[in-house]
């Protein structure tokens, strides 16, 4: 499908849906329902939304308006827990995040399917969360997160995971960054964005 448009052409698309998600989350931030979210929660927020908008375009080609359960299932269940470099605690932020904008965007006749898909990703979270734990077990990146309890870091925050990669980067020798596997910290996409 996307081979009938040019690059530039997807590129105008995939910001036309950015900007809209953009904006529908600036709106999200000023609702009651956004400021019932927990602290750490409204804190990753943004990152959260955009990150979950920017995948269902980009693996399913769904704008905002047209999130289906099928799209919202193989992002959080495929996407998130393998593409995302957090602790469990993070991942827990995600349902209550997305439940309240999603609400949100339904009421605001933004996204038809709002209701059904809080039903959704309530229903996908224990998986999602399973996923993570799968992943985890036993990997490097659950001893980096023990490292980083013992250290005092919050790891629901992606601020102190920002700082526990940036402690253990100082470590790294050229040989191991450039083995890495292509995990993707929500900080790094968030700071791509912002560049954009």
Do not use: C
């Amino acid at each position: 499908m996307m081979e009938n448009y040019n690059e530039l052409e997807i590129e105008e698309m995939f910001n036309h849906v950015m900007s809209v998600i953009e904006k529908a989350e600036g709106d999200f931030e000023k609702t009651l329902s956004y400021k019932q979210l927990k602290y750490s929660e409204q804190q990753d927020a943004r990152e959260i939304i955009l990150t979950f908008g920017e995948w269902l375009f980009d693996y399913h080609l769904e704008e905002m308006a047209s999130w289906s359960e099928t799209s919202v299932r193989d992002i959080l269940i495929a996407i998130f827990p393998h593409k995302i470099s957090a602790d469990i605690s993070f991942f827990k932020k995600i349902v209550p995040v997305l439940s309240s904008f999603l609400e949100f965007a339904f009421y605001a006749n933004l996204q038809k399917n709002g209701l059904k898909l809080i039903g959704v990703i309530k229903e996908l979270e224990p998986l999602m969360l399973n996923e993570v734990e799968v992943s985890l077990k036993g990997s490097l990146e659950e001893k980096l997160y023990n490292l980083g309890k013992e250290m005092g870091l919050d790891l629901s925050s992606l601020d102190d995971l920002d700082k526990l990669y940036a402690f253990v980067d100082r470590f790294e020798t050229p040989e191991k960054k450039s083995s890495k596997n292509n995990i993707i910290q929500l900080s790094v996409v968030k700071k791509q964005k912002n560049n954009v």
